[in-house]
């Protein structure tokens, strides 16, 4: 074997032990960039030494690469001999040493229940140190846990939870759990969690160790409340939270961040959630952020009837961004829905020592009971610190204006629309046309927030609104080429627009698709329907007419219907991983899963409104030519033509042939 070969196999051989080291060892190494940078770099020497040194470096430590699971099968809490109680298992993992019925762990296990129901604790339960690996992983699906008063985790290592209830803890900081180290929690439930401090249910605060890390995936938060800041959760490390919902938690009277506090260190990252009926007394019903160093970025989010209540001077009913001394870091907000919130200052959104910045929003019904910016306000003396809206709707305030600049400022990024004259937005034409700017109605879905496909219920324009394929085409791919829902934006059944290369998109978090079901005009479809009494004569004439509609509506529905969804999906595909890589780094990994699977909905939407493209020729179609665009609900009355091939004939056998009945009885 010459040289050459035998020290091929040999960094083959060492390759294959990295990864099975590090798949043991189960390192979250995204946490830290240093881990990251001294990976990579060990990799390249791999490439260069053979690997000698990875190996020495990372194998060595995780020689353990067994995994056990450790079952509970009782709902005791403490457990009893013979028993495998959950407080046994954790001890179990922690020390690899046998306890009542609890086998030993090995130091990387997973704790599973052969039972379902409530464990209600007496005391807490002993923290997650993970034994050698730091690494426990409890999958709980069917299983409560009730702190009865008391908190129920502490995660100085690394816990991963699934399908547990976590409810009615109770202490100073983090109600039900207190993380020093990494959480990660997926189909989870938080409620009725208390704190005397800060973080209603979930607390992580700096400590000596490092920062720690948390990541929320399809998880809910409900009635969680701290005397402090953070009604739900409290971090100054970083957050990442996907696919939740937070409802009806509240900070305390001086607190912020009715749901999520987010404090310096803290970096947050939140995407397709929901946060609905919040409170905090200070700043951010819903999300405050007073880090100096880590933005936060929102995006796909809806923000629903949250308020800030309290403090006179701050605000932000949905999202606050200030209490910094000098600076705060950026709260980025793209593709979400603000509606219903209040505050004394600004319903929507608060700055006071920062950057905030809006692309792609819709605000509707927010208020404001002090000064105003029912939606925005900014009050930076700071010239550089601002607020900045660009491609957003504001409209129907319920009380003060749209927009407050009060001593800062709110800068137009260009294709906005308000109802009133407070942002100073420019009155310009959109792309197509259409006037934009400040004192410009935009007709909204008068029905408010629905569900009009995606994870969260956005409001969708009316037939007609200004705000349809308004903005330039360069401006839609270089900020997100997907909607709140994760539609594709632009729609790809746009034609090109008049002016600025590409095809335009709508102005707000809501992109109308051609093929959307549309909710407004078309009533007079019922009104056809009563030439459905000629139905009887049909079965006579069965013959002439039978023929003429299955060639017009075969021809017309199923092609278009075929043709259409394979496009659908093409695009949808694009748009997720563009969008992905916009918002934020952050989210990246969830963002990515979680659009792509909102995009099933759309072969859903199975394209029958193209044969609403057919009655144009009608009379009543005409008045609705530019909105077959937006007739999205009243696809429902229109799909039932389509259906009925045979049905529709006779609406067309009374048109030419009205004699054609008197033909019957003979």
């Known amino acids: 074997m010459s040289d050459a070969t035998a020290l091929s196999r040999w960094r083959r051989a060492a390759a294959e032990a990295v990864r099975g080291a590090l798949a043991a060892a189960r390192v979250p190494l995204q946490r830290l960039a240093p881990a990251r940078t001294t990976l990579k770099a060990l990799l390249l020497m791999a490439g260069v030494c053979g690997g000698a040194v990875i190996i020495g470096t990372l194998a060595a430590p995780h020689k353990v690469t067994a995994t056990v699971t450790i079952n509970v099968d009782t709902l005791d809490d403490p457990g009893k001999p013979g028993e495998c109680a959950l407080r046994d298992a954790i001890t179990a993992a922690n020390t690899q040493s046998a306890v009542h019925n609890c086998p030993p762990g090995t130091g990387a296990d997973t704790i599973g229940f052969s039972v379902a129901g409530t464990i209600t604790l007496t005391s807490t339960l002993p923290s997650i140190t993970g034994g050698t690996s730091g690494i426990l992983v409890i999958q709980g699906a069917g299983i409560t846990l009730d702190g009865s008063g008391n908190q129920i985790f502490v995660v100085p290592g690394t816990l991963e939870a699934s399908g547990l209830t976590l409810k009615n803890g109770s202490a100073a900081n983090g109600g039900a759990i207190s993380v020093s180290g990494s959480l990660q929690v997926t189909g989870c439930s938080f409620q009725n969690n208390t704190a005397t401090g800060n973080g209603g249910a979930i607390f992580g605060g700096p400590s000596g160790a490092g920062l720690p890390h948390l990541t929320v995936t399809s998880s809910d938060f409900s009635n969680n409340t701290a005397s402090g800041s953070g009604g739900a959760i409290y971090t100054g490390g970083s957050l990442d ?27 947050l990252g939140i995407t397709n959630s929901l946060f609905d009926g919040n409170t905090a007394g200070n700043r951010g019903g819903a999300v405050d952020n007073s880090s100096t160093t880590n933005t936060v970025n ?14 006179v001077g701050a605000g932000g009913g949905a999202i606050g961004n200030g209490g910094c001394s000098i600076f705060c870091a950026a709260t980025s907000i793209l593709n979400s829905t603000f509606s219903g919130n209040s505050a004394i200052e600004g319903g929507g959104t608060y700055n006071n020592a920062g950057v905030v910045e809006v692309h792609f929003c819709t605000f509707e019904g927010n208020s404001a009971s002090g000064t105003g910016g029912a939606d925005i306000y900014d009050q930076n003396t700071v010239p550089s610190h601002a607020t900045a809206v660009g491609e957003s709707i504001l409209a129907a305030s319920l009380g003060g204006n749209n927009c407050n600049a009060a001593a800062g400022t709110i800068d137009d990024g260009g294709f906005n629309i308000s109802d009133d004259t407070s942002c100073g937005f420019a009155n310009t034409g959109g792309v197509n046309g259409q006037t934009v700017g400040d004192g410009v109605t935009p007709s909204l879905d008068p029905g408010g927030l629905a569900d009009n496909g995606g994870p969260t219920e956005t409001i969708a324009e009316e037939p007609g609104s200004p705000s349809i394929d308004a903005v330039n085409g360069v401006a839609c791919g270089s900020i ?16 090109p627009a008049s002016k600025g290369g590409g095809a335009a998109c709508d102005i707000g978090a809501f992109e109308l698709q051609e093929s959307s079901p549309q909710p407004t005009p078309t009533p007079s479809a019922t009104a056809t329907a009563t030439t459905t009494a000629t139905a009887t004569a049909t079965e006579t004439a069965t013959d002439t007419p039978t023929a003429t509609a299955t060639a017009t509506a075969t021809a017309t529905a199923t092609q278009t219907v075929t043709a259409t969804p394979t496009a659908t999906a093409t695009a949808t595909a694009t748009k997720t991983a563009t969008m992905t890589a916009t918002i934020t780094a952050t989210p990246t990994a969830t963002n990515t899963a979680t659009p792509t699977a909102t995009k099933t909905p759309k072969p859903k939407k199975s394209r029958t409104p193209t044969a609403t493209k057919t009655p144009k020729p009608k009379t009543p179609t005409p008045t609705k030519t530019p909105k077959p665009k937006k007739t999205r609900t009243p696809t429902p009355t229109k799909t039932p033509k389509p259906k009925r091939t045979p049905t529709p004939t006779p609406t067309k056998t009374p048109k030419s042939r009205t004699p054609t009945p008197t033909a019957t009885p003979t």
Request: overall charge negative.
């Open 241 to 267: 939270v996907f696919t939740s919902e937070f409802d009806t938690n509240s900070a305390g009277s001086a607190g912020s961040g009715g749901a999520i506090d987010n404090v310096d260190p803290g970096g």
């Open 298 to 311: 929102v995006s796909g989010t809806t923000f629903a009837n949250n308020m800030q209540n309290g403090i």
């Open 480 to 495: 997100t080429n997907v909607d709140q829902r994760g539609e594709p934006r632009p729609d790809p059944e746009d034609p």
